[in-house]
């Protein structure tokens, strides 16, 4: 069985916190749709070779989505097909990983957009490594092999790589 693939992707870059506008309402600059967008081709070369139409959740925070939007259309992944997760906002990495153990055994990948430090986290306690994921940056986790999302837990994955603007 083909091991599991989960992409924590962390929003690009936002609007500085004002007192007008809520933090859930902050919206991309464009030096974050800049780099989400080279960051989302980047990632499409890594799995180009997989062939696989991964499941998409994201965040209902305005960066979130934004930034999920912008790696849909830059993966082919008809946006209408990404599933908005209120919870994700200010997620605790339980909480992320509980949502994550919710995902249905069928699917082989999963791209999940998200916020620190709940995204980052996430992957030190999946793989027992530190990861500061910045702005739009692509952590890619290897389940252990035969693990299901639902069996994710503490040092059952692997950290692959990070995709960053370098």
């Known amino acids: 069985?083909?091991?599991?693939?989960?992409y924590l992707i962390r929003h690009a870059k936002a609007e500085d916190h004002g007192l007008n506008k809520?933090?859930?309402?902050?919206?991309?600059?464009?030096?974050?749709?800049?780099?989400?967008?080279?960051?989302?081709s980047r990632l499409k070369e890594h799995m180009a070779s997989t062939g696989e139409q991964p499941l998409v959740i994201s965040s209902t925070a305005r960066r979130a989505a934004e930034t999920a939007r912008i790696f849909s259309?830059?993966?082919?992944?008809p946006q209408e097909e990404i599933i908005w997760e209120p919870t994700i906002y200010e997620a605790h990495y339980l909480q992320l990983m509980k949502r994550i153990n919710d995902i249905p055994s069928r699917y082989t990948s999963v791209l999940l957009f998200g916020h620190n430090p709940g995204l980052?986290?996430?992957?030190?306690?999946?793989?027992?490594?530190?990861?500061q994921l910045k702005t739009s940056?692509?952590?890619?986790l290897l389940l252990e092999e035969d693990l299901d999302f639902s069996m994710l837990s503490a040092n059952t994955a692997d950290l692959q790589y990070i995709i960053t603007e370098s």
């Open 120 to 131: 980052s986290d996430l992957v030190a306690y999946v793989t027992n490594q530190q990861a």
């Open 73 to 77: 259309d830059i993966l082919d992944i």
């Open 1 to 6: 069985m083909r091991r599991k693939t989960l």
């Open 137 to 140: 940056h692509v952590a890619c």
């Open 22 to 40: 809520k933090d859930i309402e902050r919206a991309l600059i464009k030096k974050g749709i800049d780099r989400a967008t080279l960051l989302a």
